[in-house]
Nanobody, 122 residues
């Protein structure tokens, strides 16, 4: 089966930087896209960023434009989120999201990671 494993979460000061990653593993046939959502305490889960594998295009929610940057490593089936100029309001659980077809079950499927906590405070 396909699994998503996130890493790199933790604490940062306001104005600081942090990079989180998500590696997809298992019987992967193809990836159409990988990205990130986040859930701020007490709020709905929201889209943050996405990297489209086919188009190699990126999309960001307005709140992180110019501060967050998503990238990929095809060889490692990994997506990264570089976060700069972090703000307290960026504090959230960040979830990796991927649209993947597996070799054993080729039906397109959306996968989610377990989430990694990012805390921004002084």
């Amino acid at each position: 089966q396909v699994q998503l494993v996130e890493s790199g979460g933790g604490w940062a000061q306001p104005g600081g930087s942090l990079t989180i990653s998500c590696a997809a593993s298992g019987d992967i046939f193809s990836i159409s896209g990988m990205g990130w959502f986040r859930q701020i305490s007490g709020k709905e889960r929201e889209f943050v960023a996405r990297f489209g594998w086919n188009s190699e295009s990126t999309n960001y929610v307005d709140a992180v434009q110019g501060r967050f940057f998503v990238s990929k490593d095809n060889a490692k089936n990994t997506v990264y989120l570089r976060m700069h100029n972090l703000k307290p309001e960026d504090t959230a659980v960040y979830y990796c999201n991927a649209d993947i077809r597996s070799t054993t079950s080729p039906t397109p499927t959306t996968y989610w990671g377990q989430g990694t906590q990012v805390t921004v405070s002084s």
